[in-house]
């Protein structure tokens, strides 16, 4: 699969103006987050809804070193998770995390919306509370995708190795 599309791709910088041009075109952007190791049809779903959420769909993916799923993951690089993700109708930029967390992406995009699945409704971690506390802080919201959760991409391992 190889880079993302360039006209895709953003770093840091490009998602500080992407969000600055949205905004003062009175524009919302949306974020999703995530290692996105094997994409399946509830990511598909996910983007879909985080897409109707806004103007603009940006989607962060994890680097490798952040993706700790279990020995061999992910399955693919980073380079190729992007390049996935970045092929898909819905998602209209992809960034290429460089730290385990999505707070530089936030701070740079400062989404409107900050969309996370389902599962983590459910089950809010420590770090989706201050993730979340600083897209309010920035002036954004966030919201769980009410998608049926079909599928993950850990347990789809799992049973192929089963």
Known sequence: MGTP???KAEDLDGLRRLGERARSSGLRTALCHGCF???HVGHVHHF???AALADLLVVSVSADAACVKGPGRPLYGVADRTGLIAALEAVDHVHAAEDSSPMRVIEA?????YVKGPDYA???????RA???LVERLGGRTVFTD?????????LLRRLHA
Do not use: K, M
């Open 5 to 7: 599309r360039p006209d």
């Open 37 to 39: 190791d094997l994409l």
């Open 48 to 50: 879909h809804e985080a």
């Open 109 to 113: 995009l400062r989404p409107d919306v």
């Open 122 to 128: 459910r089950n809010p971690c420590v770090r989706l």
């Open 131 to 133: 993730e979340s506390a």
């Open 147 to 155: 998608e049926a959760v079909t599928a993950s991409s850990t347990a």
